[in-house]
């Protein structure tokens, strides 16, 4: 090797160390202000180790029955949504799978369903069709209206054309119907695509928050992130366009929005290591297609 | 022969639960569409709210603010756009020079990280670190004599630090692509070249960057699609109303006009012409995808 290559691979790693932990330092920062005492935080003492250790904020946080409330919406959320989308994924992707010979109006059904990713009605529209329908201020608002994944039964259909035909043709040699064939056949040997799109599927449905703001009408229905968007970013948007940027009552709830913020990722950081050895193979099997 | 005696009702029965949802949930909405050529009343309806024709796109034209929103939109989706493109490959040829595997996952791993935390999380972290008075880069920038600066509202910074934030988020997962084509690469390639006595700088630009191009021309060209998308979650989340001036865009100005000030006829006109726009742009891209990257979605 030469000096300049050493050179290189030498800058080349420090880059993209220092790249990769820019990455996490915002996060670190604030899991450590969550955990510092309130008046070393306010004073900006803290950086990337808390001053004065304490739970303190936690134990409030989690003491709060409105956050408490909002986390349970959103495990409803999560759950109920993870139950409907795959259902509906995995119902529409056999169907569409199959070859116009087989299924004849395969192409009109894919060009239909493959029309709603073009095109939508747009935000208004949308919002007045929810309301028509009576969603407004029910879970089923944050669920019905999202039930199609259309990308979703596009990746999955892709995975089982790439299954071996033989197998199916045997299994209908021996007499299953269609029902069969998809619930005993291709599920279970489409589990690494599966796996990918729900993992994908709950972190859509827990840092969903737009939803959350426009279909629900009062603050007890909000899930989650509407909730913590209404107490995060809204008050400290409002709070620091006013002119006392310094204003005390802001900084003294730094910890426990700091706090908020933090158990608002926690889920994600806690699924984040399944979740990634999955999706760098989805991901390349859904993208780099020959 | 046997084929054709298939039963095709089981595969109705399938898609039948699926196609209902799409027809109220996704063409419900292109119908309501309507109302941006009326004086949309919610109490009256769609059939009962009297037609006014272009009038609401007359109205949204003389409003003073929306050439400013929709060159915002451009200029924060265009540089979102370059931005996004151009990193990641940077990033992913870097990678790629990493020899050490454990290296290599390590910093992969921490930099798809911040693309799986929602808008609001990130939002609430910038809002704390950016803050102008207690928050931590403008401390370490007044280490070295700078003066705070306003970045989330200061019109100057705005876009800068949308644009910025927004790479901070995705840049790493959108190596992925381009690290999957890298390792598609046939090594055959590279030992030619070293044969022919190319170091590696030489092989990077003879053989790793024309082995990218096709992927690279593709999510290039699919880019196209979102021209109008300057980033709805980001921006609502980021902006206030002293840097609207900067940073508004079409979705957020469809929001405010719409839910926030009930203004439905001009919000489902201004969100009509994004789509037809967004739709055009995105029939193009798909079309150049399959005809030059032959690329298809299903």
């Known amino acids: 090797m030469t000096t300049g290559q050493k050179t290189f691979n030498w800058f080349n790693h420090v880059f993209l160390i220092a790249l990769s932990v820019l990455c996490i330092l915002p996060l670190i920062h604030v899991l450590a202000i969550s955990l510092s005492d309130k008046t070393a935080a306010s004073a900006g003492d803290v950086v990337l180790w808390p001053v004065h250790f304490t739970w303190q904020s936690y134990s409030y946080v989690l003491g709060k029955p409105e956050f408490m409330r909002a986390f349970w919406i959103t495990i409803e959320r999560v759950l109920l949504g993870i139950l409907v989308n795959m259902f509906l994924t995995i119902l529409l992707a056999y169907p569409l799978s199959k070859e116009a010979r087989v299924f004849k109006y395969r192409t009109a059904y894919a060009w239909y369903f493959v029309l709603t990713i073009l095109f939508s009605g747009g935000l208004i529209p949308t919002y007045m069709v929810v309301n028509q329908t009576h969603l407004i201020d029910s879970i089923w608002a944050l669920i019905i209206p999202g039930a199609v994944p259309v990308f979703n039964v596009i990746l999955l259909l892709n995975f089982f054309r790439g299954l071996p035909k033989e197998l199916e043709e045997a299994a209908f040699v021996d007499g299953a119907k269609q029902w069969t064939v998809l619930w005993r056949l291709f599920v279970p040997l489409s589990t690494p695509a599966l796996a990918t799109i729900s993992l994908f599927t709950i972190v859509g449905h827990w840092n969903s928050w737009f939803d959350g703001l426009i279909y629900m009408n009062k603050l007890e229905h909000y899930p989650l992130q509407s909730y913590l968007q209404t107490v995060i970013i809204k008050t400290d948007l409002a709070m620091q366009s006013s002119k006392d940027l310094n204003s005390l009552s802001q900084v003294s709830e730094r910890t426990s929005k700091a706090a908020q913020i933090f158990m608002g990722a926690l889920p994600i950081l806690i699924i984040y290591p399944f979740l990634q050895r999955f999706f760098v193979k989805g991901i390349v099997l859904g993208s780099v297609k020959e | ?298």
């Open chain 2, 1 to 298: 022969m046997n084929k054709n005696r298939i039963s095709q009702l089981p595969f109705h029965l399938m898609l039948l639960p699926g196609v209902f949802l799409v027809l109220v949930f996704s063409y419900g909405p292109m119908f309501g569409i309507i109302m941006s050529f009326e004086q949309y009343i919610p109490a009256k309806g769609f059939t009962g709210s009297e037609w006014i024709g272009l009038d609401n796109f007359r109205y949204v034209l003389d409003m003073p603010d929306t050439f400013t929103v929709l060159w915002n939109t451009m200029y924060i989706a265009m540089m979102k756009i370059v931005a996004g493109l151009v990193f990641p490959i940077l990033i992913a040829l870097l990678l790629n020079e990493v020899r050490k595997n454990v290296v290599k996952r390590t910093i992969q791993t921490l930099i798809y990280l911040p693309h799986f935390l929602s808008w609001i999380i990130l939002g609430g972290i910038l809002i704390d670190v950016l803050s102008p008075s207690s928050g931590i880069v403008n401390h370490f920038l007044g280490i070295f004599g700078v003066k705070p600066i306003y970045f989330l509202g200061n019109n100057h910074w705005f876009p800068f630090t949308i644009v910025i934030s927004d790479l901070w988020k995705e840049f790493g997962f959108a190596t992925i692509v381009y690290l999957a084509a890298l390792t598609s690469i046939n090594p055959v390639l590279y030992e030619a070249a070293i044969v022919d006595g190319a170091n590696r700088w030489r092989q990077t630009l003879h053989v790793t960057l024309p082995g990218m191009t096709p992927i690279i021309v593709l999510l290039l060209t699919l880019s196209l699609g979102n021209v109008l998308n300057a980033g709805f979650d980001q921006i609502f989340n980021l902006y206030s109303p002293q840097v609207y001036e900067s940073g508004d865009i079409i979705d957020t100005m469809v929001y405010r006009l719409g839910l926030v000030d009930a203004q439905f006829g001009p919000a489902a006109a201004v969100g009509l012409f994004k789509s037809v726009v967004s739709f055009v742009f995105i029939s193009v891209s798909y079309l150049l995808a399959y005809r030059f990257a032959n690329y298809r979605i299903f």
